[in-house]
């Protein structure tokens, strides 16, 4: 059974930093996108950052650039998801996804395997 856990959200003040982590069980494809998505109430489904297993292709969205960063811990089957100087739209409910294949990038509808989320929310 494939499996995506997340985990690592919280309560932060504007300013502070979070560290996300996703850790991937059953998977067999060494060659795979994985990345982090994620859904603010009243709002569609966003791409945060994703990266591809082979060629290392990063995205980020405009809105994270120069204050989010993602890597992945091959042997650990994790990848993590730096958020420094936090702001309050920042505050979602984020997801790890992962796809087979690589991918150049970051939409949900491209991505097959989801974990169950984890709520970020960041105060002002």
């Known amino acids: 059974e494939v499996q995506l856990v997340e985990s690592g959200g919280g309560l932060v003040q504007a300013g502070g930093s979070l560290r996300l982590s996703c850790a991937a069980s059953g998977f067999t494809k060494d060659d795979y996108a994985i990345g982090w998505f994620r859904q603010a109430p009243g709002k569609e489904r966003e791409g945060v950052s994703c990266i591809s297993s082979r060629d290392g292709f990063l995205y980020y969205a405009d809105s994270v650039k120069g204050r989010f960063s993602i890597s992945m811990d091959a042997a650990k089957n994790t990848v993590y998801l730096q958020m420094n100087n936090l702001k309050p739209e920042d505050t979602a409910v984020y997801y790890c996804?992962?796809?087979?294949?690589?991918?150049?990038?970051?939409?949900?509808?491209?991505?097959?395997?989801w974990g169950q989320g984890t709520q970020v929310t960041v105060s002002s």
């Open positions: 996804a992962r796809r087979d294949g690589d991918s150049w990038y970051c939409r949900d509808y491209e991505y097959d395997y």
